[in-house]
């Protein structure tokens, strides 16, 4: 029977998991992901975390509980940085350490540290460390790495040609109207939040249900992410927001996206300066409608749907105006 390691759908699961899935099945290991969320799961998360961590952290507690029972190992990489002089969030770097300290019964945890900070470090060293658990051929090891290094290249082929990262496995969110949509409203936002049907109380799949076309920041090639995000005054050093960051303002100034939705964390410092930074950017540079929603366990879903069907409607309306002041 074949080692299984659990992997938490959680944090960066909405980015990797294409590549991490083809790695660990190249070395012949089976991979069990943990349940979408409930409530639940969310509570077990709330309940074995400190108060002071953000939703997104207490809700990946709760996904490593949901698989502590039913693997050999869970997979926790330990995220420090996935781009050169820029680092990820402080609380990815020790989720690890506080899962292991709060929670007890655990199998063993893979927490190989992902640190891409200095220049002509490779992705390698941490498939290198995760693969010698599992083998002692480092031909294999190699190999796995290649392919999860296509599959990851992949995924963001299909990102680019449109889909979102929930599409690229097997489940979609709601039905995308395509270009029957009148609407094209870009959701900025980190991907565990927007992604995450319960915790963005499918926000995605009720913008599509009410007619709207939903971009990301993830559909956006890197290139395009880090042209625009030059125009801070100054490089933001956590690569996620600085991904929100770049790609809001790309949104803004393509005339075929009608409207903005920032999503952020309560408790969430980066996320507190990143909406702060794409308002002041709406207000100076652009008439375009922004909306900012935080979330958090206590969010009531009514007030949710009503506000993005206000948005929606506000949207609809002033485009109405413009058609009519086109006329003039
Ligand atoms: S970036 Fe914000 S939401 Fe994400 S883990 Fe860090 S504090 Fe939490």
């Not at 097997?170 to 109207?177: E, L, N, P, Q, R």
Request: hydrophobic share 40%; net charge positive.
């Amino acid at each position: 029977m074949s080692v299984k390691v659990g992997i938490p759908k959680a944090l960066l699961f909405y980015y990797y998991y294409p590549q991490w899935k083809t790695f660990f099945t190249k070395l012949g290991v089976k991979t069990v992901i943990s349940r979408d969320t409930t409530r639940g799961l969310l509570e077990k998360g709330l309940q074995s975390t400190v108060d002071e961590a953000c939703l997104p952290v207490k809700l990946a507690v709760g996904h490593v509980l949901d698989l502590r029972d039913r693997v050999d190992y869970i997979f926790l990489p330990r995220m420090v940085s996935t781009a050169v002089r820029e680092y990820i969030c402080p609380k990815f770097l020790g989720f690890p350490d506080m899962v292991r300290n709060t929670i007890e019964g655990l199998p063993p945890l893979i927490d190989c540290n992902v640190d891409l900070y200095r220049r002509g470090s490779s992705p390698y060293e941490f498939f290198y460390s995760v693969g010698k658990l599992f083998t002692r051929n480092p031909a294999r090891i190699f190999m796995a790495y290649r392919a999860s290094f296509d599959a990851l290249q992949q995924q963001y082929r299909a990102l680019e040609s449109g889909k979102l990262p929930c599409e690229t496995d097997k489940s979609a969110i709601g039905t995308d109207a395509g270009q029957y949509s009148d609407l094209r409203i870009a959701v900025i936002g980190h991907p565990y939040n927007i992604y995450d049907r319960f915790i963005s109380m499918n926000m995605i799949g009720r913008l599509r249900e009410n007619g709207a076309h939903v971009v990301t920041a993830d559909q956006l090639p890197e290139h395009v992410i880090r042209r625009e995000s030059q125009k801070l005054p100054k490089k933001l050093f956590w690569t996620l927001n600085q991904r929100m960051t770049g790609a809001a303002y790309h949104y803004f100034a393509r005339p075929d996206v009608h409207g903005v939705i920032h999503v952020a964390s309560f408790g969430c410092g980066p996320d507190s300066m990143t909406g702060e930074l794409i308002e002041r950017f709406a207000r100076r540079q652009t008439r375009k409608p922004l909306l900012n929603l935080t979330i958090d366990e206590h969010t009531g879903e009514a007030g949710m749907v009503t506000r993005l069907e206000a948005f929606l409607d506000m949207v609809r309306w002033r485009r109405s105006l413009e058609d009519v002041a086109a006329t003039l």
